[in-house]
């Protein structure tokens, strides 16, 4: 068992030096490599932790490059950029068929205005496709570094684990919106290009023009993005309890259909409201006019308090554990 309590010997920091030299040699992307092999370097060198914005921000580069460049991140946005497509195919196929026209509000205002896909596809991917792959991520933040065997050395360099911790987490934000921005992307190229564009008729009645719907499109897609932003706190608490990177994303991603499972059951109306699920689909009051803020902001709030919670049970548990090989 290694504990990171106190500097590392000159030749201790060596070897830790040529250890994360070869770990990022065979898997890891050369950045992040790069980034350890320095931090192995001023540790060596006087052992002080540097807490400087450009420190934090090297060390959120280097999370951002690790997530991104990971094959499985490809495929999850993959997925989540097809998933609009066939929204968009099937609608249309109906719309020619003779029923065409019929559904639910978004999919019926679809076969009117393209835009209205961007909508109906964050509506179909936020309670299932979204939260699964962003648990996905969060959960093997730290639970993934700590099976890969990457993770003591990062502890070893003097990347602080607070700083360690907060760049997993903001790396984990800006995922939710690159896969928010995936879905609305693609919704919209789908949707300029099997159904017309022009003045939008939001689901209040009245009527707005093309410009102003896109800010409307952006600003459902940011509250899309930031409704997330618990269950990613909730992911990199998991993360910091297991060393197995498949077991934190298992119990992250069973976490969230036993979640949405509790929030259907009418009897349980009384706990409903404090669920980070619960009020996820109120984007749906921004197409109104004026647009209601009541249930965006609740579930803002809620996200908030998830945060706070889960990001500290995180930090105590990942500030306080003895990382092993």
């Known amino acids: 068992m290694l504990k990171t309590a106190g500097a590392p010997s000159e030749l201790g920091a060596v070897g830790t030096v040529g250890a994360v030299g070869a770990v990022g040699a065979v898997g890891e992307p050369v950045a992040v490599g790069e980034l350890r ?3 192995a370097t001023a540790a060596r060198a006087g052992g002080r ?8 921000l090297a060390l959120f580069r280097s999370e951002l490059l690790l997530t991104f460049r990971r094959v499985r991140t490809m495929v999850l946005l993959g997925i989540l950029a097809v998933l609009p497509v066939l929204i968009g195919v099937v609608v249309r196929i109906e719309t020619d068929g003779p029923r065409g026209g019929e559904g639910p509000a978004f999919i019926a205002q679809v076969t009117q205005n393209g835009l209205f896909l961007v909508f109906t596809a ?3 991917a936020l309670p299932i496709f979204l939260p699964m792959t962003v648990g996905v991520v969060a959960g093997d933040s ?4 700590a099976a890969g065997g990457t993770l003591r050395y990062l502890l070893v360099a003097p990347a602080g684990r607070t700083r360690l911790l907060a760049a997993k987490f903001t790396a984990g934000l800006a995922f939710c ?3 928010t921005a995936t879905v609305a992307l693609a919704a919209l190229a789908t949707g300029a290009a099997l159904f017309p564009l022009g003045e939008v008729t939001l689901i209040s ?3 707005i023009g093309l410009g102003p719907a896109l800010l409307r499109a952006v600003l459902v897609a940011m509250v899309v993005a930031a409704s997330l932003a618990g269950l990613v706190a909730i992911g990199l608490f998991i993360s910091t309890l297991t060393g197995s990177g498949i077991a934190a ?9 036993t979640v949405q499972i509790l929030d ?5 109306h009384a706990i409903q409201p404090f669920l980070f699920t619960h009020h996820w689909l109120t984007f749906g009051d921004l197409l109104r006019e004026p647009m209601y803020w009541d249930g965006v902001l609740d579930n803002l709030g809620l996200q908030a308090a998830y945060v706070a919670v889960f990001g500290a049970a995180a930090w105590s548990r990942f500030t306080s554990r003895d990382i092993t090989a």
């Open 37 to 39: 092999a320095s931090g």
């Open 49 to 56: 932790r540097p807490q400087t914005a450009a420190g934090f």
């Open 122 to 124: 964050l509506a179909v």
């Open 142 to 145: 730290v639970a993934g570094e």
């Open 177 to 179: 919106l690159a896969a």
């Open 205 to 207: 009645g009245e009527t």
């Open 249 to 257: 994303m298992a119990a992250t991603v069973g976490l969230v259909i």
């Open 264 to 268: 259907s059951f009418p009897q349980l």
